[in-house]
């Protein structure tokens, strides 16, 4: 046999062995578990206990959970511990003990091993330090992104004068640039342009496409006030930049008129983007057929006007496929979805409402999806107050109080 020689392997085992009274009284130790901690057999056999060679850390838990959980269970196994070398210095170990008994069952003696822990050790804080490094990145990463992600929106939304408008995004994850856009903008003739849109695709290649059409659309505004026309120019622009990339994206883009009356008439043209809600004052709800292509996927794709009319009280809620595509246990769709119907039907339960009712509205919708929001959502309504309740004109003079 290649180990026949059991005092040897009891002596110089890859591990500390120690037996030791059942009061923690050291009786035996081995020269390897000495070695480790500096001492030597005269000084801890007969003098020491267990509990004297750890920390003071240790020591308390030693005796508030080591201790007692032994006694009770007859053994533990793989306690993280600290001794406390002769020099002073910390030894991180792993400590296994068990109580011996003798032969009518009555505990004698506690036998140990330990095992050394420093690289162990040495590698967790590595893998610590290393999480926690990747967790700064995550949240740099985190930061960019929203920064980013804001840029692509306006930092304000404005507001035509006598009506009232707000917007909402909602990111479905942090750590990518979404391609959702949105923008209410005046023009210098008294209308306003705006539009929103989702663009396919995330990440910093999404963003870009987003930064175009933005632009794009802002700047065809300028020279020509036509919706159609508009969406066709960014549609040329960008097939030609993204044709090899199949980049392309939805959008509705709209021109707004305010009315004498304190309404609003809306020229809207769609490039396959989801049909806009009017929440009328009334309490109902519909959606403004809009029809088109998606836009930069076709050479010579064409666009058409539809104009829509918004009395007082009238809302019109514009918003990304993300809110009709989230999927829910609730939805009577085949395929989960929560879909257009129901979305029509929760809106005629909001009206007759206001663009910041209606936008957060949505915003709590949203929320209830849950891990069913997979995609992010934009929003954005516009609505004109409604008339005020006019006063009936004063009796005579007589008749009043």
């Known amino acids: 046999m290649l180990e026949d020689d059991l005092e040897d392997l009891y002596e110089n085992a890859p591990c500390g062995n120690l037996s030791t009274l059942l009061d923690g009284t050291v009786a035996k130790i081995n020269s390897t578990l000495l070695a480790w901690l500096g001492y030597t057999r005269e000084e801890l056999v007969g003098r020491r206990r267990f509990s004297d060679l750890l920390t003071g850390g240790g020591r308390i838990y030693h005796e508030t959970h080591f201790a007692p959980m032994l ?4 053994e533990i196994r793989g306690i993280a511990l600290d001794l406390r070398t002769k020099d002073g210095s910390r030894m991180p170990v792993l400590v296994t003990s068990v109580v011996k008994a003798g032969s009518e069952g009555q505990p004698q003696l506690i ?10 050790r040495s590698y967790e804080r590595e893998l610590l330090d290393a999480r926690r490094a990747a967790e700064r990145e995550d949240e740099r990463l985190r930061q960019l992104v929203g920064k980013l992600q804001r840029s692509l929106l306006p930092a304000v939304l404005q507001t035509p004068p006598g009506l009232e408008s707000a917007a909402y995004y909602r990111m ?9 856009f949105y923008d209410l903008f005046p023009l210098d003739d008294g209308r306003w342009g705006f539009f929103l849109g989702d663009v396919s695709g995330k990440g910093v290649e999404a963003a870009a496409v987003t930064a175009l059409a933005r632009y794009t659309l802002r700047a065809a505004t300028v020279y020509n006030p036509d919706p159609a026309a508009a969406l066709h120019n960014l549609n040329t622009v960008l097939w030609q930049e993204y044709r090899e990339d199949a980049r392309y994206c939805t959008v509705v883009f709209g021109i707004l008129t305010p009315t004498p009356a304190g309404g609003f008439t809306a020229v809207i043209a769609s490039g396959g983007h989801p049909e806009p809600l009017l929440l009328r004052a009334d309490g109902s709800a519909d959606y403004q057929c809009t029809k088109g292509r998606i836009v930069g996927a076709f050479p010579n794709s064409r666009y058409t006007n539809t104009t829509v009319v918004a009395n007082p009280g009238d809302t019109l809620l514009l918003y990304s496929d993300g809110l009709t595509e989230a999927r829910t246990a609730r939805s009577e769709a085949p395929d989960g979805r929560y879909g257009t119907e129901a979305l029509v039907r929760w809106a005629a339960d909001l009206a007759p409402t206001d663009a910041a009712t209606a936008v957060a509205a949505v915003t709590d919708l949203l929320g209830t999806f849950g891990a069913g929001l997979t995609d992010d959502t934009a929003v954005m309504a516009i609505s004109a107050p409604p008339r005020p309740h006019s006063e009936p004109p004063p009796g005579p ?5």
Do not use: K
Request: no cysteine; aromatic share 4%.
């Open 397 to 401: 003079p007589h008749a009043r109080r």
């Open 172 to 180: 479905a994850s942090t750590d990518e640039v979404g391609g959702d």
């Open 71 to 74: 006694a009770m269970q007859g």
């Open 111 to 120: 036998r140990t091993a330990i095992f050394d822990a420093r690289e162990r």
